[in-house]
Structures are given as structure tokens and as C-alpha cells.
């Protein structure tokens, strides 16, 4: 599968982990863990929600795939 998001290196820089997401959001850890391996996605909603708890920008969490 494509990587297509950047959720579990902004947890890295940021110190974080996947269990603080999930508490701050609500969600399981095992959710947050399939997000930060790429084998699932979260919907805009959620990813916005990511964002904001992360302080950073929605496209600072998004893989650019122009080369």
C-alpha cells in the first residue's frame, strides 16, 4: 500500500505517541496505529482533528507525491 500520510513521523518530532493521539481524539489505539503504518487512512474530518491536536499544518501530515 501507498504511503500516503506522515501521522507517525509528526508523533516522532513532536514526541508523541500513538496512544496519546488516540486519547486525544477519541479513538482506539489500534485505529491510530493502522493510520501511522499507512494500512488505513483517516477521513478529512479526522485528519483535520490530527492536525489541530499535533499543531501543525494538514499538509505537514500528507506524503507529497509530485517528484
Same mark, same amino acid.
Given at each position: 500500500? !501507498? @504511503?500516503l500520510n506522515r501521522i @507517525?513521523? !509528526?508523533l516522532?518530532?513532536?514526541d @508523541?505517541?500513538?496512544k496519546w493521539l488516540a486519547e486525544k481524539l477519541g479513538k482506539s489505539t489500534c485505529t491510530v496505529s493502522k493510520w501511522c503504518s499507512n494500512s488505513a487512512q483517516p477521513d478529512l474530518n479526522t485528519l483535520d482533528a490530527i492536525?489541530? !491536536?499535533l499543531d501543525v499544518s494538514i499538509k505537514d501530515l500528507l506524503v507529497d507525491n509530485k517528484e
Open positions: 500500500m !501507498a @504511503k @507517525k513521523i !509528526a516522532v518530532e513532536q @508523541k505517541t500513538g492536525s489541530r !491536536a
